[in-house]
């Protein structure tokens, strides 16, 4: 009888964990300073013409356990891939003898800020291009080596430290250059598109629920500042593309290719909403 | 009970009841979005065979089925951790909504509440675009689900 009343009282205790969690609603008012002294400007107002007033990176969603881990670099689970990437960064691969710090001698100087401005016009392909179709044009290209397949360990790290360069950066998507505007445009209509059974848009969730919950899933604003991110239910690195598709997925419609047009675009689009936040890359999150 | 006891004393009869009646519901069963809702209402049952609220309580939790604790808190099911918040609290549904109503939101909430609502209909084929091969003309919930999830809402009272 006695064990019995413990079950039900522990019970009812993690019961009030979820009411109260689920109570709380809405971001949580707490400053993002990594390592006690970068930083991070995770609240930043929108840009003209964006239907919020305030743009608040998920980091504000989480729980203080998830925020901690961000905030600390030795205990970021996300640092072991900058630190991969960095050793790819140096490594020389493909016919050409080349590995990324042959032309870019200067990584320090040549990256920093660089994440920040992606995804960026390429004249030559004709779309525009993010971290990951970049470094595939060099591979092939300038180094004569195979492109990475989509979400390879390899890509996921350099992509991750080519981010991290940027950490404490503001986010900003030069929309002026090439035909950004109507990349722009069709990644917002993609964002307003409802699709698969379920019936949902990304709009549907992240513009007019964000800061409920959804289950155990405290919506967010849906910002793209700290990708590829450490996942903690992935136990792993998690790119962009990959969590726009397990988003599409979860909507139960067929999902398009990563670095298809249609992502690519809804890449654009969503970065633009994210203008002006810092990049946090590893950011963790659930 | 005159009619029970002649179908005790004819068993033969009795399940030639059955099967009719069986294929009658079965007949009966409305196709999704062939009967419109109108005024927030859709009186006429999807099969014709009573819901089962025990059957329509596993359906309500099932995330493969209802799911329908990701959007909604139900004190009947707190057994159940992290209960959604994103649509109304249904502790006192049937307080609150007839049967009618009930059912017409449940099959499509679109055609009650507008096109703008995030709760899926789950007895139309009116959805997103681009539907996975899986779930491609099929609808979320069977229509007799639909019943049993109706004969559940109608046991959360509160008065």
């Known amino acids: ?77 996300g640092m072991l891939y900058v630190e991969r990437g960095e050793e790819i960064w140096n490594t020389v691969d493909g016919a050409a003898g080349k590995s990324c710090a042959s032309c870019h001698e200067d990584a320090e100087t040549f990256l920093k800020g ?38 390879a360990d390899d ?19 030069d929309l002026s250059e090439g035909e950004m505007q109507d990349w722009w445009e069709k990644g917002k209509e993609l964002y307003y598109t409802r699709t698969g059974q379920l019936n949902l848009a990304c709009a549907t969730c992240h513009e007019n629920y964000n800061g409920n919950y959804i289950r155990a899933d405290h919506l967010s604003q849906g910002n793209v500042n700290g990708f590829p991110t450490y996942r903690l239910k992935q ?23 990563a670095f298809s047009d249609d992502l690519m675009a809804l890449e654009v689009y969503v970065t633009w909403r994210g203008t002006g936040l810092d990049i946090e890359t590893p950011a963790v999150r659930q | 009970m005159f009619k029970g006891a002649t179908q005790f004393s004819l068993p033969a009869a009795f399940a030639g009841l059955a099967i009719l009646a069986a294929s009658a519901a079965a007949a009966g069963t409305v196709a999704p979005d062939s009967v419109p809702i109108e005024d927030m209402e859709m009186s006429q049952s999807l099969t014709g065979v009573p819901g089962d609220p025990l059957a329509g309580r596993e359906a309500f939790a099932d995330r493969k089925k209802g799911n329908c604790l990701a959007c909604h808190a139900n004190a009947d ?21 007839s049967e009618a109503q009930l059912r017409a939101i449940v099959v499509n909430s679109k055609d009650v509440f507008g096109e703008q609502t995030i709760m899926p209909g789950f007895y139309t084929l009116k959805v997103g675009i681009n539907v996975d091969e899986k779930f491609a003309g099929k609808t979320i919930l069977s229509a007799q689900e639909v019943e049993d999830v109706v004969a559940y809402l109608l046991t959360l009272k509160e008065n």
């Open chain 2, 77 to 97: 099911l707190s057994a159940q951790l992290f209960h959604g918040e994103v649509g109304p609290v249904l502790d006192g549904a049937a307080d609150r909504w």
């Open chain 1, 114 to 151: 660089l994440g920040a401005s992606y995804p960026k016009w390429n004249e030559e392909a004709g779309k525009p291009f993010n971290i990951e179709l970049q470094i595939n044009q060099c591979r092939e290209q300038n180094m004569q080596a195979e492109p990475y397949k989509f979400d």
């Open chain 1, 235 to 257: 136990s792993a690195m998690v790119s962009l593309h990959n969590r726009f598709r397990g988003c599409i997925r979860d909507t139960r419609a067929a999902f398009p290719p």
């Open chain 1, 155 to 173: 890509q996921k790290a350099l992509t991750t430290y080519i981010k991290h360069q940027s950490l404490g950066m503001p986010m900003h998507v």
């Open chain 1, 1 to 77: 009888m006695a064990n019995r009343t413990k079950r039900i009282a522990t019970m009812f205790a993690a019961m009030m964990v979820g009411t109260s969690a689920s109570l709380a609603g809405g971001p949580v008012d707490d400053k993002l300073v990594i390592d006690g002294e970068l930083e991070i400007n995770t609240r930043v107002p929108a840009p003209e013409g964006h239907p919020f007033d305030e743009l608040i990176s998920g980091w504000h969603y989480r729980t203080p356990e998830t925020r901690d881990l961000e905030a600390d670099s030795f205990q970021n689970p």
